[in-house]
């Protein structure tokens, strides 16, 4: 247990994290702006603008995208990238995947309000696929990605090396993994407020806006729970990935992970 709160049981983990996203779709966006003073935003356009390099013609897939906000920095870096190349004759696909339909759902409304299913125009094609993490194999093939991503995902997921396992499946061998996930804060004295701010803010927070204390808190527990830099650095490479590396960011409030498949 941490801080006195139960741990889920395996078995029932993703029915849990099923119901959690299903309760919070319509607030999530709002919700990730206001627990994370909008800092959610800057690491995911250091984790696509910085650390990310999409290729046109490519095929790029984004797990557990939820309502998008990564698989759209990736199309916006690719539309930029069919602007500067007009004549390329290339299509750009982006498929967000996520195992719940009420986050996609909200993704596809934001991505009409975006404009971006107009984007065919300019070469890149945006797909939304229900699907879990952990077996793709119904609707990605074996080596058929340029780029996987993960983002604020792999945490949910029950068994994270399966998830791991079949990022390396479904990339094509020179295929990049790139994985934002909270992490571990260093140094100790900004862990403890960080704790202290996770733990009776963020469920407030929830409780407030989104009326759901619990699933506030679930996200806090899970976060905890996951493992910190070095450990997951681990699991990337038991999975068999080559140049695994990591960054800390905001003091390792989050890290991003990323592998080569060979
Ligand atoms: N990537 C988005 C972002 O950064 O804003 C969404 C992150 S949200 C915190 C976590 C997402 O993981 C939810 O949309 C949830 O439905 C999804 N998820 C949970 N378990 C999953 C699984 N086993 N496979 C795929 N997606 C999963």
Known sequence: THFGYKTVPEHEKQKMVHEVFRNVADKYDLMNDLMSGTMHRIWKDQ??????RPQIGGTYLDVAGGTGDVAFRIAEYLKRQHLNAPNSG????????????????????KSIEL???????????????????????????????????????????THIDKAIKEAHRVLKPGGQFLCLEFSQVYPIALRQFYDWYSFNIIPKI????ANDHDSYQYLVESIRQF???????????????????????????????SGIKL
């Open 47 to 52: 984790m696509i603008g910085d650390h990310y």
């Open 90 to 109: 290339l299509t750009s696909r982006v498929i967000v995947s996520d195992i719940n339909a009420n986050m996609l759902e909200v993704g596809r409304q």
């Open 115 to 157: 404009n971006l299913h107009k984007w065919e125009h300019h070469g890149v094609k945006l797909d939304w696929l229900e699907g879990n993490a952990e077996d793709l194999s119904e609707t990605i093939p074996d080596r058929s990605i340029d780029g996987y991503t993960i983002a604020f995902g792999i945490r949910n997921v």
């Open 206 to 209: 929830g409780q407030v806006v």
């Open 227 to 257: 493992p910190p830099q070095e450990r997951f650095k681990q699991m990337i490479q038991d999975a068999g990935f080559k140049n695994v590396r990591y960054t800390s960011l905001t003091f390792g409030v989050v890290a991003l992970h």
